[in-house]
């Protein structure tokens, strides 16, 4: 598959058809990728594809300046465009979307606490099998024991986004809820508890902020000044409200592709925070993001017959 | 219950349309009607202008109950204000519930400007509510022990 979408990419850019390919390329470490910004036909032999990919790619349409743009595209990179055509931030005639099959991803979160702390030296996939390496140890098992919740139960139907529609995609089994299921379990006290401990983990870097595709303002609000609405360090108070600020500006357009959970340098996953404001906004507004781009947004407009049953 | 409970009161930040609460207020005070003094009233253009983060705000700066009150729906002088702002908070008190913040703490309510004696119920529930959860200190930022 990677030896296909090498002479697409190079073939898309030797024609002039895309000025540039936003793809993936091998990182520095074991089981990391980057992203690849490949502008000439030569550099598109470094994409690869596999379940190590990472970032969400959508994130940096905003940021590039060539006229057409290709765009490797799994499901979480497709619901994005969509949210991002469906806002005005990104012209639909501007991208090809790449469409690959997907079957999951790897969590590393997962991948290092099976290994318990254990430093990969050598990692790489086979087939069905990821095989990993230390100084004095080897493990070799499926990779889809370190599947990444958020792709359990995706949801993969084509938003009529693609150029070139994935094949063959067979979604992993699981629900991605089901994190969120628990959370929703606790009592009031032990919810707190979880919220604050994440937030005083957090270090206030906006990791999360920056491998959002969704995450779109010119100037951030922890970024502004006068006034300066959160302080400059990580005060938990302040990480708290940056978190709740965050999910509200997300609610309706965030496409659960989890890349704030994955970008995370101390582990912090809220996504239950996005997953609740996902659930409202279909149980009681009957609203979806990311498969249609002519959808209504969910906050800023309103329907008249909206429920008002905790309004005094 | 220590005496030091008992002399809490609680702080209740109320933000309140310029056009239809602010005015029901004006009218709950003109007609002399008793209600709990403990809200401070933020006067705003129309509910819709309220940004989640101001009431979150609220809360880190010391508030321990936030009001949020508007225009009935149909009345709102900029058409639909309150109509947007009914979906934020809706959306906002399911966050809140999601990390374990009481929905006592966050209420809204529509008051028109006839609407005096509902302005004084309003607050005088609202204060009862708080009162009854006891300080809010969740979200509240160390050192910022009281707002005026």
């Known amino acids: 598959m990677t030896t296909n979408l090498r002479e697409t990419a190079a073939r898309l850019l030797a024609e ?10 091998r990182g520095t470490l074991p089981l990391r990728t980057t992203p690849l910004f490949a502008r000439e036909p030569g550099e598109a032999g470094r994409l690869v594809y596999d379940p190590t990919c990472d970032q969400n790619l959508a994130g940096y349409l905003g940021r590039v300046k060539e006229e057409r743009v290709a765009l490797i595209a799994r499901p979480c990179e497709a619901r994005a465009l969509v949210e991002q055509v469906r806002e005005n931030r990104i012209d639909r005639d501007r991208v090809l979307a790449i469409g690959l099959p997907c079957s999951g991803r790897i969590s590393r979160s997962a991948l290092a606490s099976r290994l318990t702390g254990r430093v990969i030296r050598e990692g790489r996939l086979a087939a069905d099998r990821l095989v990993v390496a230390g100084d004095d140890w080897r493990e070799e098992f499926p990779w889809t024991e370190v599947l990444d919740p958020v792709c359990r139960g995706c949801r993969l139907p084509d938003p009529g986004i693609y150029w070139a529609a994935p094949e063959g995609a067979v979604p992993p089994e699981g629900d991605r809820f089901a994190e969120f299921d628990r959370r929703r379990s606790l009592s009031p006290e032990q ?86 404001l996902e659930r409202e906004g279909s149980e009681r507004f009957d609203h979806c993001p990311g498969l249609d781009p002519a959808s209504r947004p969910l906050v800023g407009g309103f329907r008249p017959d909206d429920r008002e049953e905790f309004i005094l | 219950m220590t005496s030091a409970n008992a002399a809490w009161e609680p702080k209740i930040v109320a933000f309140l349309c310029h056009w239809c609460s602010y005015a029901g207020a004006d009218l709950a005070g003109i007609s002399r009607l008793q209600y709990p003094p403990n809200v401070r009233v933020l006067r705003v253009p129309c509910s819709g202008a309220v940004n989640p983060f101001y009431i979150l705000k609220a809360l880190q700066r010391g508030a321990d109950g936030v009001l949020v009150s508007g225009c009935h729906p149909g009345d709102c002088h900029y058409l639909a204000g309150n109509l947007v702002a009914r979906r934020k908070f809706a959306l ?38 708080v009162k009854a959860l006891g300080p809010a200190g969740f979200l509240l930022k160390a050192g910022r022990t009281s707002c005026p």
Do not use: N
Request: contains cysteine.
């Open chain 1, 16 to 25: 002039g058809t895309v000025q540039l390919v936003l793809g993936w390329e």
């Open chain 1, 191 to 276: 919810r707190r508890d979880e919220f604050r401990q994440a937030a005083e983990r957090c270090l206030a870097c906006y990791a999360c902020r920056q491998a959002c595709p969704m995450c779109s303002c010119a100037e951030c609000i922890t970024d502004r000044t006068a006034p300066a609405w959160l302080g400059p360090a990580a005060d938990p108070s302040d990480t708290m409200l940056f978190h709740l600020v965050r999910a509200m500006h997300l609610a309706g357009r965030c496409v659960d592709c989890g890349a704030c959970a994955r970008a995370c340098p101390v582990g912090v996953d809220l996504r239950h925070l996005h997953l609740a």
């Open chain 2, 92 to 129: 906002l008190r399911k966050l809140l519930e999601q990390v374990g913040i009481e929905e006592q703490r966050v209420q809204f309510s529509w008051v028109s400007a006839a609407e005096g004696q509902k302005f004084a119920d309003v607050i005088a529930k609202v204060v009862g509510d």
